[in-house]
Every structure is written in structure tokens, then in C-alpha cells.
């Protein structure tokens, strides 16, 4: 069984900057996985943020950025807003279909 | 603009199928591009992702192995449109269900929240 992993919760200070990762039980994570991440809100849809690894969607805040990191998939937040409290999920793609992670929470305090 | 508009009961009894469909605007079920996936989230078991179904040349289904001996996701060319039906449904299947477009995973249905109980 596949598993994604992800930190379970992260803290970061307004205006700060925080990197959310994402690993495979198989091995190092690659474009080939097309890392997706997804933020949501307390009583809302997840909603995607970043997809194929580094690709923002028409809604996504320039400081989200993705990238990939030291065999895993990563999202940093630059210059991070109080709205950026939320939990967020990475999801990837191995042959057969799509594994999400178990989700990160992140605190703005 | 792609929308995907759900339907289906919200409540289902146990050791019965679950149904629901996802009809598509603005796009085609029979894309040679996009893939076509239900996903349930439920606080017991996080976000999941249950299965897709897409069309290169050929109909394709992939499902998530654990649901796949109970799960099956079918096109529908005439109406545009994609269903979900899992069966020998228990308590453990409520959740939260969407439908979505995985070309960016920017396209979610409105989501159906589904119990199962007698």
C-alpha cells in the first residue's frame, strides 16, 4: 500500500516563510508523480492551488510557489497571510491512480 | 468554462449500492485530455481518492485498491456525464463525495454529502 506523507501541522509567523513537503513510501518523488496540492478551509471544498509540480492556477496567490525538494514534493508560502490558516493536501500520481497525503495544518499565530 | 453539476440520494442503507452522477459543462466525458474522479473526504478517513475513468482511443477505469472489488465508474457519451456506484455500502462509506476533473484539478462538482445508515 502507497503511502504519501505529509507534516501533520506546521506553525509560522505572519509575514514569515514555511515549506510543506510531501514524500512517497516508493522512493524520491518526480514531475512524473505530477504533484498537486491543495488547500482547504474549515466547511469548504478542497481547492487547488499548484499542479504538475510548479503550476499555479488563475486563483493561486503568487506566494504560493511548488516545487521539487530533496526527493519530495514542496509548497512554500512566502510572506504568509492570516487567511493562509487552513489544512493543505498534497495528492500523487502513481501508475493505476492517485494517492492523496494525510494533510499539514497549518497555524498562523 | 468547465462546471460539474452532482446528483444522487444522500442517504443510502447499509449492504446497498451507492449511486451518484456528475454531469459535465464545458467539457467532454470523451476528452482525449481530461480524466474523470470521484473523491470522498470523512473525518475518519481523510481525503480519498476512489477511482477515475478516461478516454484515450479506448475506455479506461482505474480504481483505488480499497475499493476496488465494490466500485465501478461509468461513462455516459449520450447525456455527458460519469457515475459512481459502490456497493455493499457500511457506515464507514459516509463522507463527504465530489467529482472532479483532474486535468488541473481545478474543476470540483458542488459535492454530495451521503449516509449510510438504516
Known amino acids: 500500500q502507497t503511502v504519501v506523507t505529509q507534516e501533520p501541522s506546521l506553525t509560522v509567523s505572519p509575514g514569515g516563510t514555511v515549506t510543506l513537503t510531501c514524500a512517497s513510501s516508493t522512493g524520491a518523488v518526480t514531475s512524473g508523480y505530477h504533484p498537486t496540492w491543495f488547500q482547504q478551509k474549515p466547511g469548504q471544498a478542497p481547492r487547488a492551488l499548484i499542479y504538475?509540480?510548479?503550476n499555479r492556477h488563475s486563483w493561486t496567490p503568487a506566494r504560493f510557489s511548488g516545487s521539487l525538494l530533496g526527493g519530495k514534493a514542496a509548497l512554500t508560502l512566502s510572506g504568509v497571510q492570516p487567511e493562509d490558516e487552513a489544512e493543505y493536501y498534497c495528492l500523487l500520481y502513481y501508475s493505476g491512480g492517485w494517492v492523496f497525503g494525510g494533510g499539514t495544518k497549518l497555524t498562523v499565530l | 468554462q468547465v462546471q460539474l453539476q452532482q446528483s444522487g440520494p444522500g442517504l443510502v442503507k447499509p449492504s446497498q449500492t451507492l449511486s451518484l452522477t456528475c454531469a459535465i459543462s464545458?467539457?467532454?466525458?470523451?476528452?482525449?485530455?481530461?480524466?474523470w474522479n470521484w473523491i470522498r473526504q470523512s473525518p475518519s478517513r481523510g481525503l480519498e481518492w476512489l477511482g477515475r475513468?478516461?478516454?484515450?482511443?479506448?475506455?479506461?477505469?482505474e480504481y483505488a485498491v480499497s475499493v476496488k472489488s465494490r466500485i465501478s465508474i461509468n461513462p455516459d457519451t449520450s447525456k455527458n456525464q460519469f457515475s459512481l456506484h459502490l456497493n455493499s455500502v457500511t457506515p464507514e462509506d459516509t463522507a463527504m463525495y465530489y467529482c472532479?476533473?483532474?486535468?488541473?484539478?481545478?474543476?470540483w462538482g458542488q459535492g454530495a454529502l451521503v449516509t449510510v445508515s438504516s
Open positions: 464545458g467539457d467532454s466525458v470523451s476528452s482525449n485530455s481530461a480524466a
Open positions: 504538475n509540480a510548479n
Open positions: 472532479v476533473r483532474d486535468v488541473d484539478w481545478g474543476n
Open positions: 475513468t478516461f478516454y484515450r482511443s479506448k475506455w479506461y477505469s
